[in-house]
């Protein structure tokens, strides 16, 4: 996924299980999105709600979205994810439409959205 400077977007998975990883990742390439093992290059976090791996994510990457990723599309855990301070919550199966979406609203115009939504979790 191109953002306004044309170079790719760089997503960083962190606490995900790993067939989900390799499915999240599988749609992310498709995107033409850039997974790192760096995490000062994050421009969007995937992370795993069942897990450490979200506090962790949030209180390491305050400027960056932090968008939840679990098996199950759960009402609950979405709404207690952005209550927690999450940009968002994805389920699988994921979709080349879904995380372009979320990768244009969330790279693109987050940082807005999501400060503001982290700040209203404190």
Sequence with gaps: M???SQQATRAYLAGLDEALS???KR???????ELTDDPARAQIVFCSW???AFREATARFRKVPVVVVSRLP???AWLDAL???AADYCASPFEEIQMR????THVQRGPRT???RRGAAA
Excluded at 27 to 33: E, G, I, K, P, W
Excluded at 101 to 104: A, K, P, S
């Design 101 to 104: 979406w979320l990768l244009e």
């Design 22 to 24: 390799q499915e999240l």
């Design 50 to 52: 069942q897990s450490q």
């Design 83 to 85: 209550e927690a301070g």
């Design 114 to 116: 999501t400060a503001r």
């Design 27 to 33: 749609v992310l390439r498709a995107t033409a999105c």
């Design 74 to 76: 759960e009402i609950q």
């Design 2 to 4: 191109k953002n306004s």
